[in-house]
């Protein structure tokens, strides 16, 4: 987290940016943003700005809200591992056989 604050359970309208995107869009800790998803509106507050390293699977995610502004909404999970190279060969054999 580069500034701001994480929220709490009960929080429904905070908003985490990367800094990269805030920087383009002009946003800073209290800008108020409006999005909409699957024909329902989310007004959020941006409490924190984070920076990602770009080797983990969430550093995709340029905007985190909480679960509660996203309740209801269709979600996608994502799920990472890490592999000894040395094991590649035998995590594909076994992959291969789950799709």
């Not at 701001?4 to 800073?28: F, I, K, M, P």
């Not at 507050?45 to 679960?67: C, K, M, N, W, Y």
């Not at 269709?74 to 789950?98: E, I, K």
């Amino acid at each position: 987290m580069v500034a701001g604050r994480w929220w709490d359970n009960y929080d429904t309208q905070s908003l985490a940016v990367t800094e990269r995107l805030a920087q383009r869009l002009n946003l800073h800790l209290g800008s108020r943003l409006v999005l909409t998803s699957n024909g329902r509106t989310i007004q959020a507050t941006v409490s924190a700005l984070i920076r990602h390293d770009g080797q983990h699977v969430f550093s995709r995610s340029e905007f985190i809200l909480t679960p509660q502004a996203l309740a209801g909404l269709p979600v996608v999970w994502y799920g990472a591992v890490h592999v000894d190279p040395r094991q590649v060969g035998t995590c594909l054999l076994y992959t291969s056989r789950c799709v």
